[in-house]
T-cell receptor
């Protein structure tokens, strides 16, 4: 299976703290994307990082990509209770046109 | 922009009946739509890819006669679960992609809110 892995599976923090989630994948990619899913809802696209990029920012989000280690991290700074959700990484593997989703990290931010 | 809707949001049906789920791109034309299935607290598993006007491409292990997909227009794709059984109970999510939305890169998918199916 090409499915990637995320860690941790679950993360519980207090408001104001930073949350870091990691994603590992199997083979070479075109890009890696992070999505957010609130309980029982669809996915919201957060950020896309291409294989030739190392870091990207969007508001309180910071994504890094290390192609040598086949891994990515998503950092949410100054977390809020509204950030509580599941976060998935998805990879677009080279030569493929469909996304492969990781298993996700459930983030709980307590007030 | 880039809104995708699904209907219904929730459906309960009896075993043996068929259920149709609609996926619409509201403000853009979706050349490609994807159907995913998600079990509780698990990841999304791609079921099939559909391109407007052509037959869907199913992932390995997905029964094409069980999960009928039709992508008759650039704004609508339907998934019909035929002769549904309790093991088909799941959360079904569609997504749409359009090269016009991200400069032709065809990289970003826009997801619908999902349909929860419960088969009794």
């Amino acid at each position: 299976s090409q499915q990637g892995e995320e860690d941790p599976q679950a993360l519980s923090i207090q408001e104001g703290e930073n949350a870091t989630m990691n994603c590992s994948y199997k083979t070479s990619i075109n890009n890696l994307q992070w999505y957010r899913q609130n309980s029982g809802r669809g996915l919201v696209h957060l950020i896309l990082i291409r294989s030739n990029e190392r870091e990207k920012h969007s508001g309180r989000l910071r994504v890094t990509l290390d192609t040598s280690k086949k891994s990515s991290s998503l950092l949410i700074t100054a977390s809020r209770a509204a950030d509580t959700a599941s976060y998935f990484c998805a990879t677009l593997y080279s030569g493929y046109s469909t996304l492969t989703f990781g298993k996700g990290t459930m983030l709980l931010v307590s007030p | 922009g880039a809104v995708v809707s699904q209907h219904p949001s929730r459906v309960i049906c009896k075993s043996g009946t068929s259920v149709k789920i609609e996926c619409r791109s509201l403000d853009f034309q979706a050349t490609t739509m994807f159907w995913y299935r998600q079990f509780p607290k698990q990841s999304l598993m791609l079921m099939a890819t559909s391109n407007e006007g052509s037959k869907a491409t199913y992932e390995q292990g997905v029964e094409k006669d069980k999960f009928l997909i039709n992508h008759a227009s650039l704004t609508l794709s339907t998934l019909t679960v035929t002769s549904a059984h309790p093991e088909d109970s799941s959360f079904y999510i569609c997504s749409a992609r359009s090269p016009g939305l991200d400069g032709g890169a065809r990289e970003t998918q826009y997801f619908g809110p999902g349909t929860r199916l419960l088969v009794l």
